[in-house]
């Protein structure tokens, strides 16, 4: 999905000091969501809560949009020209709904409830997203992932997977990235990273044995739901901080809580987000955009949408200034 604020933030990411918690004791901090418009008379409104200002990474992951359910009839739907990409992957999960894939590789795929699409942009990549005529309900999330250094120039890929849902402790989980309750997941990561839809019982308590060299991240899609002891609303995100080897949800509503479980190892490297790039430099930004302007061959062609592709929107007046993770204490 692409980042289609008129005015996007400059952001730059990354280089935390070390942090020593507490023995057995998991420390949450609760990041809530802002609204974004995608664009257009009948905008389809997504809740963003990374990045933010309180933080704007958790381990690798750099972006998290979370949407609907979203009446297509009433908002239009999602409809997003082809937009570049560069120095991340990309990850796209449903709830419902189904949204049509083309990018400049020649890849013509769909995102499905339960089914994950991952598209590394690397040095440069080039997509469409398109709800389908058949959806009357779009529901789910768009997630980034920043690419390391050494690879942030990765040859442009795509990566389909569907996991098989586990069934454990009152609980259904599908683990999409990394390794989670006896699942790993074949997709390629550049990073250590975890991915996992987690939908809880009525009243269930699950216990999950997690890497204590991860952070992880709880996005709450409906439910009420306590991960480590601290109370989440649908649409919040409870930050765990690294040093645990166990993570617990409760779910507190008398219906199903479905969940989304992030994680990985703290990106101690510096980086800079802007619109749909990430890089290391304000220069890295301007000469991403300039090519992408001048249609150069780096981004490749999206073939079969129908339409204009995605202007870029002008660049900030000053250099871009670092915005980091609050120091770890």
């Known amino acids: 999905m692409s980042n289609v604020?008129?005015?996007?933030?400059?952001?730059?990411?990354?280089?935390?000091?070390?942090?020593?918690?507490?023995?057995?004791?998991?420390?949450v901090e609760v990041l809530s969501?802002?609204?974004?418009?995608?664009?257009?008379?009948?905008?389809?409104?997504?809740?963003?809560?990374?990045?933010?200002?309180?933080?704007t990474l958790i381990g690798a992951w750099c972006f998290a949009?979370?949407?609907?359910?979203?009446?297509?009839?009433?908002?239009?739907?999602?409809?997003?020209?082809?937009?570049?990409h560069t120095g991340l992957q990309t990850v796209s999960w449903l709830f419902s709904g189904e949204v049509?894939?083309?990018?400049?590789?020649?890849?013509?795929?769909?995102?499905?409830?339960?089914?994950?699409?991952?598209?590394?942009?690397?040095y440069g990549i080039a997509h469409s997203e398109t709800s389908t005529p058949r959806t009357t309900v779009l529901h789910g999330v768009q997630l980034?992932?920043?690419?390391?250094?050494?690879?942030?120039?990765?040859?442009?890929?795509?990566?389909?997977?569907?996991?098989?849902?586990?069934?454990?402790?009152?609980?259904?989980?599908?683990?999409?990235?990394?390794?989670?309750?006896?699942?790993?997941?074949?997709?390629?990561?550049?990073?250590?990273?975890?991915?996992?839809e987690i939908t809880l019982e009525p009243r269930a308590t699950l216990t999950l044995a997690v890497d204590p060299a991860f952070e992880h991240g709880l996005l709450v899609d409906s439910g009420d739901v306590r991960v480590a002891g601290t109370a989440l609303r649908p649409a919040e995100l409870g930050y765990v901080?690294?040093?645990?080897?166990?993570?617990?949800?409760v779910n507190e509503s008398g219906g199903p809580a479905r969940t989304i479980l992030l994680g990985g190892t703290p990106f101690d490297e510096e980086i800079v987000m802007w619109w749909n790039f990430v890089g290391r430099s304000?220069?890295?930004?301007?000469?991403?955009?300039?090519?992408?302007?001048?249609?150069?061959?780096?981004f490749g062609a999206v073939r079969g949408y129908p339409g204009r592709r995605l202007p870029a929107p002008a660049?900030?007046?000053?250099?871009?200034?670092?915005?980091?993770?609050?120091?770890?204490s």
Do not use: K
């Open 5 to 27: 604020e008129a005015e996007p933030a400059a952001l730059r990411c990354g280089a935390r000091a070390d942090d020593e918690p507490v023995a057995g004791v998991p420390r």
């Open 33 to 55: 969501a802002r609204e974004v418009p995608l664009g257009g008379p009948r905008a389809m409104t997504v809740r963003r809560t990374l990045p933010q200002r309180a933080r």
């Open 65 to 84: 949009d979370h949407y609907g359910p979203d009446d297509v009839t009433a908002s239009g739907g999602m409809d997003v020209p082809p937009h570049p």
């Open 100 to 122: 049509e894939h083309r990018d400049s590789l020649g890849t013509h795929a769909f995102v499905r409830p339960g089914e994950m699409n991952l598209m590394t942009g690397g």
């Open 144 to 196: 980034w992932v920043a690419l390391p250094g050494e690879h942030r120039n990765a040859e442009r890929a795509f990566q389909h997977h569907v996991p098989e849902p586990r069934l454990l402790d009152g609980a259904r989980i599908r683990v999409f990235l990394g390794t989670l309750a006896g699942d790993t997941s074949p997709v390629h990561t550049f990073t250590p990273l975890l991915g996992a």
């Open 241 to 249: 901080h690294p040093g645990i080897d166990a993570l617990t949800l």
């Open 282 to 298: 304000h220069d890295d930004i301007a000469r991403a955009r300039e090519e992408w302007e001048a249609f150069s061959d780096r």
């Open 315 to 328: 660049l900030p007046n000053a250099t871009i200034t670092p915005r980091q993770n609050p120091p770890r």
